[in-house]
Nanobody, 128 residues
Framework: QVHLLESGGESVQLGGSLTLTCVVS????????????MAWFHQAPGKERERVAT????????HYSDSVRGRFAISRDNAKKTMSLKMDSLKADDAGMYYC?????????????????WGQGTQVAVSS
């Protein structure tokens, strides 16, 4: 069973930077993990969970939501089994919980339901 563990969330000042990390564990020999995608989701208080950054495992293609494009950067280190989200120029709207998610199936990686595994989340606060 794949397990995802996020870290790095903390309180930062408006305009500041932060890097979140997701550590993946639990790979088994019974399944291939060279397809699918991993993503970061953001959930602000009282709002729905939104996918903000996606990386496709096979191609390495990255996709960002309009709200973070140009400010956030997703990356993946296959050897270390980690995924990161570099967040720059943080805004008040970026505050909330950030979740790491993954799927190793051939799905579109668009709907929340496409993702098989989820972390517990890490909290980001942005103060002025």
């Amino acid at each position: 069973q794949v397990h995802l563990l996020e870290s790095g969330g903390e309180s930062v000042q408006l305009g500041g930077s932060l890097t979140l990390t997701c550590v993946v564990s639990g790979y088994t020999s019974s399944r291939a993990y060279n397809r699918g995608c991993m993503a970061w989701f953001h959930q602000a208080p009282g709002k729905e969970r939104e996918r903000v950054a996606t990386i496709y495992i096979g191609s390495g293609t990255k996709h960002y939501s309009d709200s973070v494009r140009g400010r956030f950067a997703i990356s993946r280190d296959n050897a270390k089994k980690t995924m990161s989200l570099k967040m720059d120029s943080l805004k008040a709207d970026d505050a909330g919980m950030y979740y790491c998610a993954a799927t190793y199936s051939s799905v579109a990686c668009i709907q929340n339901e496409d993702y098989e595994y989820w972390g517990q989340g890490t909290q980001v606060a942005v103060s002025s």
